[in-house]
């Protein structure tokens, strides 16, 4: 279901590709480490990002991260990229290298950046919720002006945690956006199956918070919507978007998708979020077909480039099993 071409494209051509060179960075950089996962060059757990790409891309482009934090799940290599975080540290983080984002000792789950403010990286469902509810508290304490974005799933919405950092964000006026990315699974579990309410921004208001929704797989929505809910948030109101996307490789790597048909997914991949703003630019000249080859060329040399810097590091010294971690 190819989605209706609205109006022109609001934005100034530059811009708008930067935004597709950062989600085909981030399918790029998903595919290369789904294919090192395949060669056992990374372990442990490791969630792609694929086909959600124009919800971290668009979000985050709103934002200005020398005051601003991101918070997000495991599914976490997109929104890194998208904060600006070196993709060889990051594929070095993958391949448990010392160069890695987390010196080779979070993986996959726990890509992590003081410098960028991007702060995880989280593999306990909903467990960055009141951690970036307690950094917009902060914010908002320090009266910094900045606020913070907390990306979770359809998966972590029901838990309650989320409904007391709503109510906390609430009565404290704290500077946050929640976006829940519905990508329609939690695992293997469809969000229809285990969801009181078929519209979760409608719940907002039982927080008496602004709840706003946008089409997850289209940029553009995604960056206006969230634009708006910044706006808020810096006024101290604390707002929940729903950001419909979808998924399309497993849920981790180790999974055999008993749950959808490929059908489902194929019909996803139509509205593809890369190739839909693609199409949107070129109806308006705004892309040649060389200036998309140059754009797909230049993010294949960079995560070409990031496997090599990952292959050639150093694995953590033996004797640093215990440093830098909390045990
Ligand atoms: C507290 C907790 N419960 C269960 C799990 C196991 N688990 C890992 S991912 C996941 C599904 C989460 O789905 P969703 O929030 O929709 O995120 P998505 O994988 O779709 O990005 C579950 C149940 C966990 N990691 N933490
Ligand atoms: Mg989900």
Redesign the pocket.
């Known amino acids: 279901m190819p989605k209706a071409k609205t109006s022109k494209l609001a934005l100034p051509k530059q811009e708008l590709l930067a935004l597709l060179d950062q989600m085909q960075l981030i399918r790029s950089f998903e595919e290369k480490a789904g294919q090192m996962y395949g060669l056992r060059k990374i372990g442990g757990f490791c969630?792609l990002y694929t086909g959600q790409e124009a919800v971290a891309v668009g979000a985050i482009s709103n934002l200005n991260l020398a005051k601003d934090y991101v918070l997000t799940?495991?599914?976490d290599h997109g929104h890194a990229l998208a904060c600006g975080m070196d993709p060889s540290a990051s594929m070095a983080e993958l391949f448990g290298k010392v160069t890695g984002l987390s010196r080779g000792k979070g993986g996959s789950m726990h890509f992590f950046s003081a410098e960028k403010h991007m702060l995880g990286g989280n593999?306990?469902?909903?467990?960055q919720i009141p951690i970036a509810t307690g950094v917009a508290f902060a914010q908002a304490y320090e009266k910094t002006g900045g606020v913070t974005l907390c990306f979770?799933?359809?998966?972590?919405f029901h838990?309650g945690a989320l409904h007391e950092s709503f109510n906390l964000a609430r009565i404290w006026n704290l500077p946050i956006v929640y976006i829940v990315?519905n990508?329609q699974?939690?695992?293997g579990t469809s969000?229809k199956k285990v969801s009181a309410h078929a519209d979760f921004s409608a719940t907002a208001a039982a927080y008496s918070m602004m709840g706003l929704a946008c089409d997850g797989m289209d940029i553009l929505d995604v960056k206006s919507t969230v634009a708006k809910a910044i706006e808020e948030a810096r006024k101290g109101n604390p707002v929940f978007v729903e950001a419909r996307t979808y998924?399309y490789k497993g849920?981790s790597m180790s999974d055999p998708q008993k749950y959808r048909t490929r059908d489902e997914v194929d019909e996803y991949r139509t509205r593809d979020p890369i190739l839909y703003l693609k199409g949107r630019m070129e109806d308006e000249g705004l892309i040649s077909e060389a200036e998309w080859e140059a754009l797909v060329g230049n993010t294949e040399l960079i995560v070409e480039e990031s496997v090599r810097f990952a292959e050639s590091s150093p694995e953590p010294a033996a004797g640093e099993l215990y440093t830098d971690i909390l045990a």
């Open positions: 969630h799940a495991y599914r593999g306990i469902v909903g467990a979770f799933g359809d998966g972590a838990q990315e990508n699974w939690g695992m969000w998924r849920h």
